[in-house]
């Protein structure tokens, strides 16, 4: 009888919980219970799950326990700012580190770390691991390091573990083909993708009962995101292990796994020839009927889009013979559009599966698997849970993304939370982390988040206008459609907000649009840009809708990818009377129903953005075009004579920008001035710049114009008065805590400083 012999490490870690880890290569694995031969029970058990299911444990030699010396330079973070400030004194720590070999290899673990590395002479070892904890951990604070690094009761251990009956399981080499476009399901690092199917066991059980006992096709059918994968996952764990254990009992050797998962792309991948992937897919089909394998694919419909522009000449067309004639299997997830789509390009092809529907989770459902998820991750990340976490996290959810992918959004929310928690480390994750990080998620300010907070319409309002100068009733538009947001009054199945603005360019239209992509969505990670503006001058030809939607290679469009990679975002389709007739006809349903469908029914949800529309109908029928007062055109009675009334009628607000006057000029120069001031430039030597009202009046004059409102401004101020101080600042490098004044001489800006 074979046994494998692995290295246990434990600790204590406070009175009444013991820590213990399996000692592995590449996936070290940690018990806690409250005492060392509990957990030492739990890892055996772990072990002997892991090597019925096929995994192969590592058997470090001669493995030892070292406690190593190391410095760290302590730090404390200020919890609000989250700035650094090092300790002054280094520390100085014994680090807990299990040396052994593996494959003739020199192989260092360090389980407090989750980190081990293979090193060459035993010289290097103190260097390499004072480097590793260095790198991890130099901006803990100390009382954290003690406790990861002082532990009391170290003790090295070893579990013993019978190899002998999984022998007979490991894995054979893969068929060539299969082996390069497609992974085992029954793989170790396929399944760690796929975690739990909570709430999904008739589910599962019902597919196993397809799958094994009448042999049948499977199309499995739900939503994205709702655990398609995971269900075929544990049905083919349990089919799997059936067929081991009947293997057993018959005494037969090792065998091929038989389910197989994949993607179109994959088996498309690096075939360039004429009849290339034809004969690819042939070989497929030989190699799975030699194991009686089942080909699982992601995506109904990449298998019928991809092989050829006629989705009678595409993969699913290729394959649809050999499942009519029984000499292939296949289980093939897809959406309700997906399915609907594929009947309409491929109709004898679904015909072929059996449908199995994967219904809505209900609501305790729901809470129990968000619960349970939270419970996993703060025992993963060792990081306390504040009771109400999964509530927080469901509400959050329901409230700004109502169409959200359950379970896969908030599991992937939870679990990101967590990871940063740690990184952060908390010690405590309570509901003002998560909502903190569902603002970093979706942008958005904490106002608006947090139900808590009070919003005052006049404050929004003064936001926008304070950017936007000149165009009040444009900016109450977009006040109003914040608070009702906020209040949680929108409709829940249309973008947050439609608009259509009309009037003159150079007078703040796409100014506003960019002010509302900050205000609204200017909150998320890395300074996301969360305006998406669309030339529709571009989309003028007939055809331009399918150009909206995707590239020529089927690929999504920018729109599409963006807006899916940041569904709160703000859309700018600029100079919409551009567009082609078709055009108009694909956006009426993203205007009413909030999302966007292509030919394949891939589905594009607009439902969390808000829609601007910008016009200049009407705009060449004043001579005061762009600034000025008196009467101009009614620019809502241009648009609404040139739009067809069905696209009227979706439009939320129809915004009309009035010309700009002489003092809204005067004030949008003022206020670039006031921008320009604050430039790193003048910031980092201290300097601070003065003007007069001549010097406003004279950019005023310079920076406007009859057809292009005060657009010219900006280039009048790079012009008039970057390019002198510019000029200045580099004639005076050692000029600092001074104040530079700007004045009017004649008709150029001097500068002068005192």
Not at 130 to 159: M, N, S, T
Not at 188 to 199: D, I, K, P, Q
Not at 430 to 458: C, K, N, Q, Y
Request: proline fraction near 5%; glycine fraction near 6%; charged fraction near 30%.
């Amino acid at each position: 009888m074979s046994v494998t012999s692995i290295p246990v490490l434990y600790w204590q870690e406070r009175p009444g919980m013991m820590v213990a880890v399996l000692i592995q290569t590449i996936d070290m694995h940690t018990a806690v219970a409250e005492s060392a031969k509990k957990a030492k029970e739990q890892l055996q058990a772990l072990a002997r799950h892991l090597v019925d299911e096929g995994d192969e444990l590592d058997s470090i030699e001669k493995p030892e326990l070292r406690l190593v010396p190391v410095s760290v330079r302590p730090s404390f973070v200020e919890r609000e700012s989250e700035r650094i400030f090092p300790c002054s004194r280094k520390l100085r720590l014994n680090v807990a580190v299990v040396v052994g070999s593996y494959r003739d290899l020199r192989f260092a673990s360090l389980p407090a770390l989750d980190l081990s590395f293979y090193y060459v002479t035993e010289d290097d070892l103190p260097a390499l691991v004072e480097q590793a904890v260095q790198q991890k951990l130099g901006d803990r604070d100390p009382g954290r390091l003690a406790r990861l690094f002082c532990p009391e009761h170290i003790e090295l251990d070893r579990i013993l573990v019978h190899t002998d009956r999984e022998s007979k399981h490991r894995p054979l080499e893969p068929p060539p083909e299969l082996g390069a476009v497609a992974e085992p399901i029954r793989a170790r690092s396929f399944r760690r993708t796929h975690g739990n199917a909570w709430g999904r066991e008739s589910c599962i059980a019902d597919l196993i009962a397809r799958l094994g006992t009448e042999g049948a096709n499977v199309l499995l059918l739900g939503p994205a995101g709702c655990g398609k994968t995971t269900v075929l996952t544990h049905a083919v764990k349990a089919l799997e292990l059936r067929d081991r254990d009947e293997d057993d009992e018959d005494d037969r050797g090792p065998r091929q796994p038989r389910h197989w998962m994949t993607r179109p792309g994959r088996i498309m991948a690096g075939m360039s020839y004429l009849g290339e992937w034809e004969q690819r897919c042939e070989r497929l089909v030989e190699e799975l009927g030699d194991i009686e394998g089942v080909l699982c694919v992601d995506d109904l419909l990449d298998l019928v889009r991809l092989g050829a522009e006629e989705p009678n000449e595409s993969l699913a067309a290729f394959f649809q013979p050999y499942l009519a004639e029984g000499e292939l299997r296949m289980v093939v997830e897809t959406t309700a559009e997906g399915l609907q789509a594929c009947r309409r390009l491929l109709p004898g092809f679904v015909d072929l599966f059996q449908i199995l529907r994967l219904p809505d989770l209900g609501a305790r459902d729901r809470r129990e698997i968000l619960r349970r998820s939270v419970e996993i991750e703060s025992q993963r990340h060792r990081c306390k849970a504040a009771e109400g976490i999964d509530t927080v996290t469901l509400d959050l959810f329901g409230r700004f993304q109502p169409y959200h992918r359950f379970p896969a959004d908030p599991t992937a929310f939870v679990a990101n939370s967590f990871a940063q928690a740690k990184k952060n480390r908390l010690e405590l994750v309570e509901g003002d982390f998560i909502t903190e990080r569902f603002m970093r998620h979706t942008g958005l300010p904490r106002d608006l988040v947090d139900a808590r907070r009070p919003l005052s319409w006049d404050a929004v309002f003064s936001a926008f206008r304070g950017r936007v100068l000149g165009q009040d009733p444009a900016c109450e538009a977009v006040a109003d459609v914040v608070t009702t947001f906020k209040a949680g009054m929108n409709d829940i199945t249309r973008p947050l907000g439609v608009f259509l603005f009309c009037g003159p360019t150079g007078v703040g239209k796409t100014e506003l649009a960019k002010t509302l992509a900050d205000y609204l969505f200017g909150h998320g990670e890395k300074g996301e840009d969360r305006l998406i503006r669309v030339d529709m001058s571009e989309y003028a030809y007939p055809g331009s809708a399918a150009r909206l939607q995707a590239k020529p290679d089927g690929q999504p469009s920018e729109l599409v990818t963006r807006i899916r990679r940041h569904p709160f975002s703000v859309v700018l389709f600029d100079e919409i009377e551009k567009a082609a007739a078709d055009v108009f006809d694909l956006l009426l349903n993203v205007l009413d129903e909030g999302h966007l469908t292509d030919i394949y029914g891939r589905r594009t949800n607009f439902r969390s953005a808000i829609i601007i529309m910008t016009s200049n109908l009407g705009a060449g029928k004043t001579a005061s075009v762009g600034f000025g007062e008196g009467a101009g055109p009614s620019y809502t009675r241009e648009a609404m004579k040139f739009f067809r009334p069905e696209f009227v009628n979706r439009i939320d607000h129809i915004v009309s920008f009035e010309p700009l006057s002489r003092t809204t000029i005067e004030q949008i120069a003022a206020l670039s001035l006031r921008s320009f001031a604050t430039r790193e430039g003048l910031k980092s030597r201290e300097l601070t710049l003065s003007w007069n009202a001549e010097v406003i009046s004279f950019l005023a004059d310079r920076g406007t114009d009859v057809r292009y409102g005060a657009r010219p401004l900006q280039r009048a101020l790079e012009r008039e008065i970057v390019t002198p101080v510019s000029r200045f600042l580099v004639e005076l490098p050692d000029l600092t805590q001074a104040t530079l004044a700007l004045v009017c001489s004649g008709d150029r800006i001097e500068v002068d400083w005192h």
